[in-house]
């Protein structure tokens, strides 16, 4: 019996070490969150396509107020679409109705009411419209008054609704689906072809086109490597398409300056330039950057290179030296084409410039300029866009 009983302890003490031997329970496996599935929404509608943009040239007659829309006008526009109207604003469509050149063209062919259909292509914008053309020149038309005419409109010049307005829908390159206005999508609009509506003219019996932008374009290496007039006149940028939204988008300030596409290069006399002897160099013109004449459009307009030399008092020594790159036509319809020295796309020329230095003049360390201009058909003449100075020694 004592050995039973002290059996008991070794018993009673093997039993704890084989319980605290049992392995724990497995926790219960985790339970996973039920898969939610979102729901996909419906595809979108594709946009509608839009009307053709210039199906009888201009200028163009607007049918109906977009829904969304209170107005035509560009101020309409400006409270969603700022970037794209104050890039507007500063432009050469803007300014395509009041400019001085335009003016100044105006005065040169006549008042001729057929400037109008592309400076004014809103027929709301023109005091009077055109009924038919008398005679070949273009000059004389019979007109009446026009009850519809919007004297806020005429101001605005080639204006938003000229390319973007058509049939009761606002015409875009892409969709927008969530507009408040209803959008339509035109391939049309991003092709050059569209530019061509107002950018390519030729006058009735003349010899080659009064405008020619297009037609030059289309005969470049641009156009064979599928470079577009947008591409270089619209190009993409960050910015509001409309408030709130962030992306690229294409510029509105339609950038037509020449001194980006041309290359000049001076080369100088070696050992300065000496008093009563005639200053020698060459210039080289490049049109290295532009997929048309340079310049080109209008033949009452040209480009001028221009060098002076000055001396070290800042006064010029003798006359500047000038090279005017134009077209020049006739007075009068047709504008036959009686010479042309412009630089087409990708051409080079060498021109001699010499300056007839007087004796009796300043001298010491001076310097020699290079400027471009751009000369109207009253010779009037714009702020030098371009300018080198070159320091050189007057003896």
Known sequence: MALLLLGLPLLVHAG????????????????????????????????????????????????????????????GCNACHYQAHDDWSRSGHRAAWVSPPFRAAMKATGESPLCLSCHLPLTVQQPRLVEEYRGGPLTEAKTRENTAWDPTLQQEGVTCAACHVR??????????????????????????????????????????????????????????????????????????????????????????????????????????????????????????????????GTPFQALRVEVTLYDEKGKPVGAPFRHDLRREVMAAPPYTTLSDNRLQAGEERVVEVVIELPQKSGGGAGTLEVRLLEVGVDSSTSVPFSIQRIPIQVY
């Open 167 to 296: 049939d009761g829908v606002v015409v875009s390159t892409r969709a927008a689906p969530k507009a408040p206005h209803p959008v339509a999508v035109s391939e049309e609009l991003g092709r050059s072809e569209t530019c061509a509506t107002c950018h390519q003219l030729t006058w009735t019996g003349a010899d080659k086109p009064f405008y020619d932008t297009y037609g030059e374009w289309s005969r470049s290496k641009w156009a064979e490597a599928g470079v577009r007039c947008q591409d270089c006149h619209m190009p993409l940028q960050g910015g509001l398409v409309v408030a709130g939204r962030y992306e690229a988008q294409a510029s509105h300030r339609f950038t037509a300056e020449p001194g980006r596409g041309l290359s000049v290069l001076l080369k100088a006399q070696p050992g300065g330039a000496t008093r009563g002897k005639p200053f020698k160099g060459t210039l080289t013109l490049q049109n290295t950057g532009a997929g048309h004449a340079i310049p080109t």
């Open 16 to 75: 704890e070490r084989l319980r605290w031997r049992d392995p724990e329970p497995l926790p219960p496996p985790p339970v996973e969150d039920p898969v939610v599935v979102e729901p996909v929404a419906p595809a979108e509608p594709p946009p509608p396509p839009a009307p053709p943009l210039f199906p009888a040239g201009v200028p163009i007659t607007l049918t109906q107020l977009p829904p969304g829309l209170a107005n035509v006008s560009a101020q």
